[in-house]
């Protein structure tokens, strides 16, 4: 079972726990034996997620959820293994229905998260769309709301990345990859906008601090990994950066793949850093690419 870290809510001051190498190669044959189904798509519960809401974030009902997992109540443990089922292509999901605003007035007590949470976009995207270099916001400042994904028309703005096919993602996974268990190590750390600390982490300083535990420095940001780093041709291999672009514009979302189809994140929606799969439809709408830092083979074996 994925474990919970102390003092999560971001505010002590206590250091956060790390897996021991022995339970890092553990936890990484658990959860990715078990994600790593043929056509089977799966969902590691967070903290503070509820069946309701991981069936509205996958566009299911609470009562698909538990007749396919075999489920008696709706409780729920951090770390459990839910099964998805899989939308069948002729007979997708309907679409949750989005805010249509373009602009917002910022109100007492909003946050760049809450206002993304609220318009179905990431915080990313908001920083992104309106050029903001910190998290504080003031009472009364408009924002421009990014059109969600799932309202975004099927070709793309000429300021965005061109979906690509998706890639032919390698199912190569070896445990004792150095990088890998680096990863693996931050399962659990808070998400935090423009974080970059112990307590907590973004998607981009999720990534940076992986590679600088393997000796390479990279760009802080997304948008200048995914600029600045070698794009990959042909299959993607653990290790690789994959891009997201959730706003529709601009990249603005990094993970780690880990092989066998699933990826490490500092999620925006699950609030800390996860694994999931890239077989679902959220992540494979808005993947735009990857890209492959130059490591010493070694390390990648």
């Known amino acids: 079972m994925?474990?919970?870290?102390?003092?999560?809510?971001?505010?002590?001051?206590?250091?956060?726990?790390?897996?021991?190498?022995?339970?890092?190669?553990?936890?990484?044959?658990?959860?990715?034996?078990?994600?790593?189904g043929a056509q089977e798509l799966f969902h590691t519960v967070q903290r503070g997620e509820t069946l309701f809401s991981i069936a509205r974030r996958y566009g299911t009902t609470v009562e698909t959820l538990m007749r396919i997992n075999g489920l008696s109540r709706p409780n729920l443990e951090v770390g459990q293994v839910l099964r998805l089922p899989t939308p069948a292509p002729s007979n997708p999901p309907a679409a949750q229905p989005q805010p249509t605003a373009t602009t917002y007035s910022v109100q007492p007590g909003d946050t760049l998260f809450s206002i993304a949470r609220r318009f179905g976009v990431t915080v990313e995207a908001l920083q992104g769309e309106n050029s903001l270099t910190s998290a504080a916001l003031s009472v009364g400042q408009v924002l421009k709301v990014p059109t969600p994904l799932s309202m975004a028309p099927d070709a793309p703005s000429p300021q965005s990345p061109s979906p690509p096919e998706i890639p032919a993602f390698s199912n190569e996974y070896d445990p004792a990859n150095p990088l890998l268990q680096a990863a693996l190590k931050y399962l659990g750390t808070p998400y935090k906008f423009a974080a970059n600390s112990d307590a907590s982490l973004d998607c981009s300083a999720f990534v940076q601090r992986v590679y600088a535990e393997v000796g390479?420095?990279?760009?802080?940001?997304?948008?200048?990994?995914?600029?600045?780093?070698?794009?990959?041709?042909?299959?993607?291999?653990?290790?690789?950066?994959?891009?997201?672009?959730?706003?529709?514009?601009?990249?603005?979302?990094?993970?780690?793949?880990?092989?066998?189809?699933?990826?490490?994140?500092?999620?925006?929606?699950?609030?800390r850093v996860v694994i999931e799969s890239l077989e679902a439809p959220y992540y494979q709408k808005a993947y735009r690419g990857a890209r492959r830092p130059d490591l010493p083979a070694q390390t990648l074996k």
């Open 2 to 36: 994925i474990k919970a870290w102390p003092g999560s809510g971001g505010c002590g001051k206590s250091p956060r726990a790390r897996y021991t190498d022995g339970e890092v190669r553990i936890l990484a044959v658990v959860v990715l034996l078990g994600l790593a």
């Open 216 to 271: 390479l420095e990279l760009p802080r940001t997304s948008r200048e990994q995914w600029g600045t780093l070698p794009v990959v041709q042909g299959e993607v291999k653990p290790g690789d950066l994959v891009f997201f672009s959730f706003g529709g514009r601009q990249i603005d979302h990094v993970g780690i793949y880990l092989g066998r189809g699933v990826f490490a994140h500092a999620s925006t929606y699950g609030s």
